[in-house]
């Protein structure tokens, strides 16, 4: 049974920043972990992913949403078994409850909400 716990969600400013953290419970058997997002009224959409594979940078593949890229970096640290997502420029329309997600053996997190004012 693998727990995700996330944290770092807040209010901010549109144009500030967040950085948000998925601390697992222990190391999980997956190819791959990722943020999701669900605005109210909306549904659950992809934010950006990584795979858990490997030690070092270099050798994870990063994948983001057309809506976040080049604002939004997704990182992990494996001796913390850790994934980030550190959220600069911040829109008003990234407000949204912010879900961690594995692949695989596929785990939710209970989410961490994220306010964007204008």
């Known amino acids: 049974q693998v727990q995700l716990v996330e944290s770092g969600g807040g209010l901010v400013q549109a144009g500030g920043s967040l950085r948000l953290s998925c601390a697992a419970s222990r190391s999980a058997s997956v190819g791959a972990m990722g943020w999701f997002r669900q605005a109210p009224g909306k549904e659950r959409e992809y934010v950006a992913s990584?795979?858990?594979?490997?030690?070092?940078?270099?050798?994870?593949?990063?994948n983001y949403a057309d809506s976040v890229k080049g604002r939004f970096t997704i990182s992990r640290d494996n001796a913390k078994n850790t994934v980030y997502l550190q959220m600069n420029s911040l829109k008003p329309e990234d407000t949204a409850v912010y879900y961690c997600?594995?692949?695989?053996?596929?785990?939710w997190g209970q989410g961490t909400q994220v306010t964007v004012s204008s």
């Open positions: 990584i795979t858990t594979n490997g030690t070092t940078t270099s050798s994870h593949i990063i």
């Open positions: 997600r594995t692949y695989g053996p596929t785990y």
